[in-house]
């Protein structure tokens, strides 16, 4: 047995004992982030906390060397997704080293990256990967066909009602946030139109946006279905 297969192997007692230890370790991390936000800590919460906090740094940065010391391409497994989430997982506690404390906190959002850590051991996480890889080319035209009807419905709303409401619609970029709220079919309630061209408006991009929400479902759920089938040929 060498290091490289305890390190990214599952087919070993050793293998999946490191990736065990790691995913209850990044789990505990998660946790210990959350419990300092709680209020009023006890100073020997903060301290245990603290501790907690530089031995997963620790551990993840031992963790993050020996995968770049295994990986055949260095550079290449520096700049891949798990990569760089792996550095951006230790990075924010080297950084606040040398930073001023008030800068510390923005950082600290940073350690959330570390829930994408545990995609690496989920084979339904990398069923999704391939999924999104098989249905990329149709989930960019969607992408790009959305962005036309979110200013196309802006622009639409704008002109039915900047006269009346020359507040909340005061530009198209004022108006994008009423579209991206119709589009989706969110609704929050907050803007609204209140003229009857608007409203007949608001009701055909609510036809629109039925059919935008259950494009990507429909695209992803095909895509999986078609990862799966690799899987099992």
Not at 121 to 139: M, T
Request: proline residues 3%; positive net charge.
């Amino acid at each position: 047995m060498n290091l490289k297969q305890v390190i990214e192997g599952t087919d070993t007692r050793a293998g999946r004992a490191f990736d065990l230890s790691i995913q209850v370790l990044i789990v505990l991390s998660l946790v210990a982030f959350s419990v300092e936000t709680l209020p009023d800590l006890p100073k020997s919460a903060q301290i245990f906390l603290r501790w907690v906090e530089t031995v997963s740094v620790v551990i993840f940065t031992v963790e993050y060397l020996l995968r770049l010391i295994v990986a055949k391409r260095k550079l290449r497994f520096a700049t891949s997704f798990f990569g760089v989430i792996d550095l951006l997982a230790i990075l924010p506690f080297y950084l606040s080293l040398g930073i001023d404390l008030r800068s510390v906190r923005a950082f600290r959002l940073l350690r959330l990256f570390r829930i994408l850590k545990l995609a690496r051991y989920s084979q339904a996480v990398r069923r999704f990967h391939r999924a999104l890889l098989i249905a990329r080319e149709e989930l960019v035209l969607f992408g790009v066909v959305s962005s036309i009807l979110l200013y196309l419905s802006a622009v639409g709303i704008y002109f039915f009602e900047r006269e009346a409401q020359p507040e909340a619609f005061a530009s198209v970029f004022h108006s994008l946030w009423w579209s991206v709220a119709t589009l989706t079919t969110v609704g929050y309630g907050d803007v609204y139109p209140v003229t009857t061209g608007g409203r007949c408006f608001t009701f055909a991009v609510l036809l629109v946006g039925l059919g935008v929400v259950s494009v990507p479902a429909g695209l992803v759920a095909s895509a999986l279905s078609k990862a799966r089938e690799q899987e099992n040929p």
